[in-house]
């Protein structure tokens, strides 16, 4: 995994604590017509190579800095308790339903085309600074990876990790945060490592995800 001298300060120089979110007033409809923005890119600008399940990349070259995705309270129109853990793959965002007709709502990196997925599953663990072992497929097309990477700022996985029933998705977060709000993954659902420390605290093992395409 070789992570870029920007992605790489940029997350020494982040804090894992969360920011108070903002209220904000667009609603969000999971079964209506809102427009979904745009995000889609050349996934070979980044490099990724990867195997279903895995959310890990490599960037060839640095990539320019984007505007973090600000987290924030939203209104929210859905059929889920609270404490349910909703994703939009075509808006690159993850909702954590609040009750009462509210949700956080926080940017996220899904899968590039080709590995989106959809379905709920829930939460059946969770790890602080994972670590990662790449599977067989990976170091196959890439012998150069790390047969195991121990939990730090250098893991694909960054700060933590929820894992999705039995399968091998994850929302984790990155230490490529370049990537949130975009398509590059193989399939896990990426956070900023602040996003990812702020929604681990709220959810609770057991917790229902639904991923939306």
């Known amino acids: 995994m070789k992570t870029s001298a920007t992605a790489l300060a940029a997350l020494l120089a982040a804090t894992v604590l969360a920011a108070a979110p903002a209220l904000a007033a667009p609603a969000y409809d999971p079964f209506g017509e809102n427009g979904a923005e745009e995000y889609y890119s050349d996934p070979g600008q980044y490099g990724y190579q990867g195997t279903p399940g895995y959310g890990q990349g490599v960037q060839d070259a640095p990539q320019a800095q984007v505007q973090p995705i600000p987290r924030e309270i939203v209104a929210f129109n859905g059929p889920y308790a609270p404490g349910t853990i909703v994703v939009s793959t075509a808006e690159r965002r993850l909702y954590f339903v609040l009750g009462n007709g509210e949700a ?5 990196g899904v899968g590039r085309p080709g590995f ?3 379905g709920s599953n829930k939460i059946t663990a969770k790890r602080e600074w994972p670590s990662w072992t790449p599977p067989k497929a990976m170091i196959a097309r890439r012998p150069d990876l790390p047969r195991y990477m121990a939990g730090g700022i250098e893991n694909p ?3 933590r990790a929820m894992y999705i029933g039995n399968t091998e998705y994850r929302i984790h977060g990155s230490n490529e945060p370049d990537t949130i709000g975009q398509a590059v993954s193989s399939g896990c659902i990426r956070m900023t490592n602040d996003d990812v420390t702020d929604l681990y605290e709220r959810v609770k093992v057991g917790a229902k995800v639904v991923v939306l395409n």
Not at 104 to 108: F, L, S
């Open 116 to 118: 989106s997925w959809s």
């Open 157 to 159: 996985l960054g700060a």
């Open 104 to 108: 956080i709502r926080y940017g996220v």
